[in-house]
């Protein structure tokens, strides 16, 4: 698809205790981590120490809606910061990670995305970004005001105004139009100050925004969707996409995908950089790995693997044997899904029964596993950046610290050492850690 840069880009996806849905029940876990900030500082740190090119959270407007019972035994999905509110506060103790939060344009406004993410830009000198969802938890609804989430279609339609508007919006004052002339009294160039006037079919926004244009002209926009109106979304608009594939050769064919998509809009492949979910497992032996993995395993509540694997497939299995095998998910609400398709693959290949499936995924939310010894996870991570599958990953530690930590200082270093990634950071921004060019304003003379 075109030339691309030769260095893998690497993020950490943060998850309070870890991504593996036993992970706060692990002996050496901080259960309160969601709301404990010196938990998240030290974890950044530690994450900038090491080099990765940003932190990524994801976000959900609403207590996941599951029976109380497998609630009350997750950590997942109860109590943990607003994103974008904890990235201001990790953006004063670190200097060069950069910062991604999700937000939904299901239940914002263009004007106030576009605000708190020129905010935090300016607050971290340039390390922004935001990774754009349409919500996937139906119980966001009832939250704002609505009986029922928006029709596929009608999210995906309104995302690309909604980020459209975003744009606009933070192009409302040139680069150069605070001047702080005290001696003449002027503040900013009237000139230089553009109000959008956006009227479109889901939004009206007038503008101008309130605070001046970012440090990156826009900070960086991510997104996740799988689906056929998520990757034309992606092509549109995103410039970082976490994907989800579960095989190099199907993670090739979405990365050829996606990019040659973007043609219609006008952008080349290399202005987009598409990183799979990995929940790299690691030890310094293949059977360190193997052992972390199966402590954890232990450490899964029946009750809660059993609503994981229904939120996964969209089924109801409250009802079933953590051993019966893992029922038909096809005339679900998530029938079509690609995560689905992907999961049910494996449990076909395998002939996994559903207590099987969910040690499997326990750390990986449908997303890519990889097991095994420093050097074999480097190995795979290798291929498929050389393959092109990918433009690098973001990694999804099972516990925090802990398995966090063997990545930072295990398996960084090895990617290092090979020349995949950069040692040390090179630039200041965001942009500038994904080789990423800073976007010009529509309205530069």
């Known amino acids: 698809m075109g030339d691309r840069q030769d260095r893998m880009h690497v993020g950490m996806f943060f998850k309070n205790t870890g991504h593996h849905i036993a992970s706060w029940r692990h002996p050496d876990s901080q259960p309160d981590a969601g709301i404990n900030i010196r938990h998240y500082s030290e974890c950044a740190q530690a994450a900038e120490r090491a080099g990765f ?190 994907s989800g594939e579960l095989t190099l050769e199907k993670s090739q064919a979405h990365y050829d995908d996606i990019k040659s998509r973007m043609t219609r809009y006008n952008r080349g492949p290399d202005e987009l950089r598409i990183m799979p979910g990995l929940t790299a497992i690691v030890g310094r032996t293949t059977a360190e790995a193997e052992d972390k993995e199966r402590e954890l395993a232990e450490l899964v509540h029946p009750v809660v693997g059993l609503a994981y694997v229904g939120t996964l497939l969209g089924l109801d299995l409250s009802d079933h044997d953590p051993d019966d095998k893992v029922p038909d998910p096809f005339d679900g609400p998530r029938g079509d899904h690609g995560m689905v398709r992907g999961i049910m693959e494996l449990v076909h290949e395998e002939d996994l029964t559903i207590r099987q499936l969910y040690e499997k995924l326990a750390g990986s939310y449908g997303k890519l596993t990889i097991r095994g010894s420093v050097t074999e996870v480097a190995d795979t991570m290798q291929e498929w950046f050389e393959a092109q599958a990918c433009d690098g990953f973001i990694l999804q530690p099972l516990t925090m610290p802990g398995d966090f930590d063997d990545l930072c200082e295990l398996l960084i270093p090895e990617l290092q050492d090979r020349g995949l990634i950069r040692v040390g950071y090179e630039g200041e921004t965001l942009r500038e850690h994904m080789e990423l060019n800073r976007p010009q304003s529509r309205y530069a003379r």
């Open 53 to 242: 090119d940003f932190i990524f959270f994801a976000d959900s407007a609403a207590v996941r809606e599951t029976d109380i019972e497998p609630l009350s035994r997750s950590s997942q999905y109860t109590a943990y910061f607003e994103p974008t509110t904890l990235l201001a506060s990790l953006a004063m103790v670190t200097e060069r990670i950069g910062l991604v939060a999700t937000q939904t344009t299901s239940y914002n406004e263009p004007y106030n995305i576009a605000r708190r993410f020129a905010s935090l830009d300016h607050l971290s000198a340039g390390r922004a970004g935001w990774n754009v969802v349409t919500s996937g938890n139906h119980a966001e609804a009832f939250n704002f005001g609505r009986d029922e989430h928006f029709e596929h279609e009608d999210r995906y339609r309104r995302a690309k105004e909604f980020v459209e508007v975003v744009e606009g919006l933070w192009d409302s004052w040139d680069d150069d139009a605070f001047v702080y002339d005290a001696p003449e009294g002027r503040f900013f160039r009237p000139d230089g100050l553009h109000k959008l006037n956006h009227e479109g079919d889901f939004f009206r926004s007038r503008g101008p925004l309130n605070v001046p244009r970012p440090p990156q002209g826009y900070p960086v926009i991510f997104q996740a969707g799988i689906s056929d109106s998520g990757k034309e979304l992606a092509a549109a608009t995103a410039e970082g996409v976490f």
